[in-house]
């Protein structure tokens, strides 16, 4: 079991960027699969964006392709995801998730998943 903590949410506005991290302490990144999910009031918690445990595959939600990058850096345990061109539907907490059980692929279910972090607020005004 590892720890995860995320950071770098905040409010901003539509059409600009913002970068959230997470920190993975316990073990090393590079043996875990990494995701990040959102959850916004009222829904269940969606998929957004995956890589895998060397960083050389991606997967992303539709309706974040083209705007949100997923990356990790195994060599400092932090997982990132650059978010550009906010909207409000944007708006949610994000969680990231530690996959041990196959690192080596991106997995888009939430299931899949031991670990998670506590999450970090992202808003989005209009």
């Known amino acids: 079991q590892v720890q995860l903590v995320e950071s770098g949410g905040g409010l901003v506005q539509a059409g600009d960027s913002l970068r959230l991290s997470c920190a993975l302490s316990?073990?090393?990144?590079?043996?875990?699969?990494m995701g990040w999910f959102r959850q916004a009031p009222g829904k269940e918690r969606e998929f957004v964006a995956a890589?895998?445990?060397?960083?050389?595959?991606?997967q992303y939600e539709d309706s974040v392709k083209g705007r949100f990058i997923i990356s990790k850096d195994n060599t400092k345990n932090i997982l990132s995801l650059q978010m550009n061109s906010l909207k409000s539907e944007d708006t949610a907490v994000y969680y990231c998730?530690?996959?041990?059980?196959?690192?080596?692929?991106?997995?888009?279910?939430?299931?899949?998943?031991?670990?998670w972090g506590q999450g970090t607020q992202v808003t989005v005004s209009s």
């Open positions: 998730a530690a996959d041990s059980l196959t690192p080596y692929a991106t997995a888009d279910d939430a299931s899949w998943y031991d670990d």
């Open positions: 890589i895998n445990y060397k960083g050389d595959r991606t």
């Open positions: 316990g073990g090393p990144m590079s043996n875990y699969g």
